[in-house]
């Protein structure tokens, strides 16, 4: 995965948000992620370390070798595992499809929102699968921005997260990866391939959810792409204002807002 292929940014922000994300999400779509202790485990496309700290909390006696491509991510990354006083992680720069370690290095591979900004994931994957130890698993999550919906019902909201869509398909990504991983999976070599969808529902009376997703999480992550969605004239200023504002509505006690992960599982 290149530097400039991440639709999102590389800002201070950015990194807030998906902090953010990891922490409303973690029992969702983390509570049947653990690993034994002296297991092995490659966390490919680490980012700035979002989903690492909770897949060492997790896992606090697997040794977790921790990947990204930017410098600027794995130093957020290790400051951030370093202050939450975990010792179990490594990091090391390198790319997804070149990766510098030998054949059946590991008992288990864990992918989170990485193959969404890859041009070729499927291929992606199948780089990975040597790296794996026979019988070793895989473990890969995504979004799929298809699967969100809402009321108050609103055009510009809409328009707003398809132009996020949008740009990620122009920077060689897919936002709708998350409904193609079984195929995907299937297509690396991949056996045992299980497909469980994570649905988020939220409304006021789930108000830790409102605000850590709705707001937090998905809103502000669409929102972030605004100047870009500005400068390529995908939107007009107007309805771009109008579209978040509808998305922030959706937070408001009579509001409902509904999104979808998925998550997969195979094993070499």
């Not at 290790?78 to 179990?88: A, H, M, S």
């Not at 990485?114 to 979004?143: N, Q």
């Not at 649905?199 to 605004?226: C, H, I, R």
Request: hydrophobic share 35%; charged share 25%.
């Amino acid at each position: 995965m290149a530097d400039n292929s991440y639709v999102h940014g590389y800002s201070s922000r950015e990194s807030e948000r998906l902090a953010d994300q990891a922490q409303t999400l973690t029992d969702l779509l983390h509570h049947d992620t653990r690993y034994l202790p002296g297991s092995r485990v490659l966390e490919a496309g680490c980012g700035t370390g979002a989903q690492t700290v909770i897949l060492a909390r997790n896992s606090p006696g697997a040794l977790i070798t921790s990947v990204d491509i930017s410098e600027d991510s794995l130093k957020h990354a290790e400051e951030k595992i370093r202050e939450e006083g975990i010792v179990n992680v490594t990091f090391r720069q390198g790319d997804i499809f070149r990766l510098p370690f030998k054949k059946g290095t590991f008992d288990h591979i864990f992918v989170c929102f990485v193959l969404e900004h890859l041009a070729e994931p499927e291929r992606a994957l199948s780089r990975l699968r040597p790296l794996l130890k026979d019988g070793g698993t895989l473990t890969v999550i995504e979004g799929d921005h298809g699967s969100a919906y809402f009321h108050p019902e609103n055009g510009d909201a809409r328009r707003a997260v398809q132009c996020l869509v949008d740009l990620q398909q122009k920077m060689g990504g897919n936002a709708l990866i998350g409904r193609q991983l079984y195929p995907l999976v299937t297509g690396a070599g991949y056996n045992g391939v299980q497909v469980s969808p994570r649905m988020v529902y939220v409304d006021a009376s789930k108000p830790a959810l409102v605000e850590g997703f709705t707001k937090l999480t998905f809103t502000a992550m669409v929102e972030g792409v605004g100047t870009e969605v500005l400068d390529q004239g995908l939107m007009s200023q107007e309805a771009w204002e109008q579209g978040i504002a509808a998305l922030y509505r959706t937070a408001e006690p009579d509001g409902v807002f509904c999104y979808t992960f998925f998550k997969a599982t195979a094993r070499k």
